[in-house]
């Protein structure tokens, strides 16, 4: 659809609420479950950022209003019943009140619930991890100590790695070699990150050489 015309049809309870579940664009974590009606919904469509009905207040509230945790909505996509929705959003910030990155951050049974690292997100997962390193500096973290030493630090192991890179090439030392390319890709995000400078935008050039 091309206009906000489908929010009226969207299947709303009794009470007139839809339930949203709230994910992470990039690492496709889940960060919450909330509940919006038709205003809110409308809110976060002229917005851009994630509005929500409050139950237990009986009101709307903007997540990130107070906290500045707010969350830029990227799409919405409603399932085959039209009675819930999911929401894609870039986050600024913990979803959870609590200061945690998901409300679902406590594991009542089984494996831990959080998102496993794969081929296909394993960069941005890792972005995400080292943002976390910035902003937290836990004591005796390597990504702590980089940050702590500063830009020229970075930038001497990013051209340390390079050059491993370059040798393990040059000894047709595969084994070596995917070792050097992945602290290589380390080093390099965690430039990016003392650069302000978001992955995404890197892999959208490489998307837009690609289309042409």
Same mark, same amino acid.
């Given at each position: 659809? /091309?206009?906000?015309? @489908? *929010? ?19 690492? #496709?974590?889940? %960060? /919450? ?6 205003? $809110?919904?409308?809110? /976060?469509?002229?917005?851009?950022? =994630? @509005?929500?009905?409050?139950? $237990?207040?009986?009101? %709307? @509230?903007?997540? !990130?209003?107070? $906290? !500045?945790? =707010? ?14 929705? %999911? ?11 609590? !200061? ?30 080292? $943002? ?7 004591? !005796? ?6 940050? &702590?030493?500063? +830009?020229? #630090?970075?930038?001497? #192991? +990013? ?6 890179? *370059? ?20 080093? +390099?995000?965690? %430039?990016?990150? &003392? ?18």
């Amino acid at each position: 659809m /091309t206009n906000n015309d @489908w *929010i009226s049809e969207v299947k709303y309870d009794e009470k007139g609420l839809v339930p949203a579940i709230v994910q992470d664009a990039e690492t #496709k974590e889940v %960060l /919450t479950l909330a509940y919006m009606n038709e205003t $809110s919904l409308a809110k /976060t469509l002229e917005t851009g950022e =994630t @509005w929500f009905y409050s139950r $237990s207040r009986q009101e %709307l @509230w903007h997540k !990130g209003g107070t $906290s !500045g945790n =707010t969350q830029a909505v990227k799409s919405i996509v409603w399932d085959c019943d039209k009675d819930a929705l %999911l929401v894609l959003v870039d986050k600024n910030g913990p979803a959870c009140h609590k !200061g945690e990155e998901s409300c679902f951050h406590e594991d009542v049974f089984g494996e831990s619930a959080a998102p496993a690292a794969s081929e296909e997100n394993i960069l941005l997962t890792l972005e995400a991890l080292i $943002s976390d390193r910035e902003k937290e500096r836990p004591e !005796g973290a390597y990504t702590t100590y980089l940050f &702590e030493k500063g +830009v020229d #630090k970075i930038l001497k #192991k +990013v051209g340390e790695e390079a050059s491993e890179v *370059i040798i393990a090439a040059k000894n047709r030392d595969a084994e070596e070699l995917k070792w050097e390319v992945a602290d290589l890709l380390y080093h +390099v995000l965690v %430039l990016l990150r &003392e650069q302000d400078l978001p992955l995404e935008e890197v892999l959208g050039v490489l998307v837009e050489r690609h289309n042409k």
